[in-house]
T-cell receptor, first 113, second 115 residues
Framework: GENVEQHPSTLSVQEGDSAVIKCTYS??????FPWYKQELGKRPQLIID?????GEKKDQRIAVTLNKTAKHFSLHITETQPEDSAVYFC????????????FGRGTSLIVHP | GAVVSQHPSRVICKSGTSVKIECRSL??????MFWYRQFPKKSLMLMAT?????????EQGVEKDKFLINHASLTLSTLTVTSAHPEDSSFYIC???????????FGPGTRLTVL
């Protein structure tokens, strides 16, 4: 089955700095890669996703890159703000009846004011 | 955007009792719903996948007789924790996707505490 590794497990940055979270996956058939943000005690919220037919996608301060050859994808947050503090999960999935995702272990991002 | 609700948000029960958690898609038809369990500071652990009108597919290690899942309509799935024990205490989250789409939308979760 699919295996998703996520690093780092904890990331501490100063407000205004950039943050990068990296994930690798094992199944070359995976073709959909969402990123979720989860604040304490709340639901995971989809913040950005990328499909295997593109290499990069950007939405304001958030961007995701995908390298299919190396089987890794990354989340980039620029100009971080304290409200960006949360746990971020990456996931990889593929079409097979349903898109069943495999999640990474999560990265706790702390943005210090 | 797609909205998924979950009820109750919090439940406390005694050992041996059963608890039912409902997951509803409010503005789209959810052909597939997923049930997850999340421990503090841990990732989402997929318990089962259910497609409307068919039996749920359980992940390895998840007891189907203990965690009963029903997906009787395109907007509702239920998870029943039967004969609950303290070790079943956890945060249970559902998610839903529809129409063959790949994006999942999560419910707000249910905090279950078994005394």
């Amino acid at each position: 089955g699919e295996n998703v590794e996520q690093h780092p497990s904890t990331l501490s940055v100063q407000e205004g700095d950039s943050a990068v979270i990296k994930c690798t996956y094992s199944d070359s058939a995976s073709n959909y890669f969402p990123w979720y943000k989860q604040e304490l005690g709340k639901r995971p919220q989809l913040i950005i996703d990328i499909r295997s037919n593109v290499g990069e996608k950007k939405d304001q301060r958030i961007a995701v890159t995908l390298n299919k050859t190396a089987k890794h994808f990354s989340l980039h947050i620029t100009e971080t703000q304290p409200e960006d503090s949360a746990v971020y999960f990456c996931a990889a999935s593929k079409r097979g009846g349903s898109y069943i995702p495999t999640f990474g272990r999560g990265t706790s991002l702390i943005v210090h004011p | 955007g797609a909205v998924v609700s979950q009820h109750p948000s919090r439940v406390i029960c005694k050992s041996g009792t059963s608890v039912k958690i409902e997951c509803r898609s409010l503005d789209f038809q959810a052909t597939t719903m997923f049930w997850y369990r999340q421990f503090p500071k841990k990732s989402l652990m997929l318990m089962a996948t259910s497609n409307e009108g068919s039996k749920a597919t359980y992940e390895q290690g998840v007891e189907k007789d203990k965690f009963l899942i029903n997906h009787a309509s395109l907007t509702l799935s239920t998870l029943t924790v039967t004969s609950a024990h303290p070790e079943d205490s956890s945060f249970y989250i559902c998610s839903a996707s529809g129409g063959g789409a790949d994006t999942q939308y999560f419910g707000p979760g249910t905090r279950l505490t078994v005394l």
